[in-house]
């Protein structure tokens, strides 16, 4: 079954602009995570939150949490074309099998 | 080095045949996925393995049957090939506890003509 749940599905910016996604998910969450997937590529995991933490950094990239309203986002400050790919947001509901599911991703264009 | 490898990349067969995907990670991780990715990209777990357990099966057609010779590999062999299985099938490793990210494979794309 889907838990997350990205918003927008597409986005289009241009180089230099940050750009943000959302992803709200459905049931409690062990952690959080995103990934990228650039076309034809598998997913590279990018950062990892946990339910008891609110804010986290790397690099560029800044992903908060919000257990209340079940819901994270994802930004993204000065962008590059490089950075055009789909980001999925993916949930660890916890349980005795460490089990992702993810979301139906956002596709971020970066326009030069 | 590959962290995890598939093969083969792309594989077109005509319906009713059986193929086989393989999976192998160097990355010493207990725990290794299969997972489907639709034409809308929506990405669905089919199988887990954990150091060659099987522990996650999801409501996968038993045309689908997944072996683990040891906890390298995961391979994926599909029986009597229907083209709803055309898909991008994505295998993943990850250590066992749920600290750490998973890496994936770069992908089979199948496509049953």
């Known amino acids: 079954s889907q838990q997350g749940e990205e918003d927008p599905q597409a986005l289009s910016i241009q180089e230099g602009e940050n750009a943000t996604m959302n992803c709200s998910y459905k049931?409690?969450?062990?952690?959080l995570q995103w990934y990228r997937q650039n076309s034809g590529r598998g997913l590279v995991h990018l950062i990892l939150?946990?339910?008891?933490?609110r804010e986290k950094h790397s690099g560029r990239l800044r992903v908060t949490l919000d257990t209340s309203k079940k819901s994270s986002s994802l930004l993204i400050t000065a962008s590059r074309a490089a950075d055009t790919a789909s980001y999925f947001c993916a949930t660890d509901s916890g349980g005795s099998n460490y089990k992702l599911t993810f979301g139906k991703g956002t596709l971020l264009t970066v326009n030069p | 080095d590959t962290a995890v490898s598939q093969t083969p990349k792309y594989l077109v067969t005509q319906m009713g045949n059986d193929k086989s995907i393989k999976c192998e990670q160097n990355l010493g991780h207990d725990t290794m996925y299969w997972y489907k990715q639709d034409s809308k990209k929506f990405l669905k777990i089919m199988f887990s393995?954990?150091?060659?357990?099987?522990?996650i099966n999801e409501t996968v057609p038993n045309r689908f049957s997944p072996k683990s010779p040891d906890k390298a590999h995961l391979n994926l062999h599909i029986n009597s090939l229907e083209l709803g299985d055309s898909a991008v099938y994505f295998c993943?490793?990850?250590?066992?506890?749920?600290?750490?990210?998973?890496?994936f494979g770069s992908g089979t794309r199948l496509t049953v003509v």
């Open positions: 939150i946990r339910s008891n933490e």
């Open positions: 993943a490793s990850s250590p066992q506890d749920s600290r750490h990210g998973y890496t």
């Open positions: 049931t409690s969450i062990n952690n």
């Open positions: 393995y954990n150091n060659k357990e099987l522990i």
